[in-house]
């Protein structure tokens, strides 16, 4: 193994206009800058412009660079909103669009809705484990009536800062470990 940093994508899982996920995938990537113990970076799913899984050719570049982006990283945070007590339709298509490039990766999950999007975050465990990615326990949830005003614009508590930082140790140890597996 080298002594490169390890890279660590943070995803945002919403492709709305409108959506809040930036403001979020911001503030963790503060937090994780702060640490200098890997090169973090904010993976936004909408600049891919995924096909929908199986009604393209299969060869649209956008598809090969978000297997590229996701190859290129030992580790993800994914940012997750809850839609209808789930993820995304958009993360899950985005999830479904690579294979290898997650195996034996390890992940955190940040995520936020009326009960701290904790039903989405449920949802998205059971497909990494699919997917051969190893998400860690620790998970920050993120209130939208204490978290946000109107539900528009971010102003995280400060007792979240604890949380992200145990979830950032827990992922940059597995994504450390899992690299020797690969
Ligand atoms: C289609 C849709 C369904 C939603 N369903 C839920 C839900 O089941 N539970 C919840 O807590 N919030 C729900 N919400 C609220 C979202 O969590 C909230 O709008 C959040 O800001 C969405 O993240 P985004 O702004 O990054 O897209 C829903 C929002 C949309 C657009």
């Known amino acids: 193994m080298t002594n490169s ?14 959506r809040v996920s930036p403001q979020v995938g911001q503030w963790v990537k503060g937090i994780a800058d702060k640490r200098e113990d ?10 891919f412009k995924l096909p929908f899984l199986g009604e393209g050719t299969g060869q649209e570049p956008g598809l090969q660079a978000w297997n590229e982006k996701l190859a290129s990283l ?13 993820i995304t339709g958009a993360l899950k298509n985005a999830l479904d ?11 955190g999950i940040v995520s936020y809705g009326s009960t701290g999007g904790a039903r989405a975050a449920e949802h998205l465990r059971g497909i990494l484990g699919e997917l051969k990615v190893a998400d860690v326990r620790t998970h920050p949830t993120l209130s939208l009536f204490t978290d946000f005003e109107n539900y528009s614009v971010f102003k995280p508590a400060e007792l979240h800062l604890t949380n992200m930082n145990a979830m950032l140790d827990e992922v940059i140890a597995w994504s450390g470990a899992l690299k020797t597996i690969r």
């Open 38 to 47: 890997a090169e973090y970076e904010i993976v936004d799913i909408a600049d």
């Open 5 to 18: 940093k390890l890279k660590i994508g943070i995803i945002l899982g919403s492709t709305r206009q409108g």
């Open 74 to 86: 030992d580790g993800f945070v994914f940012i997750v909103q809850e839609y209808n007590h789930s």
């Open 97 to 107: 669009s690579a294979r290898e490039a997650w195996n034996n990766k390890a992940a």
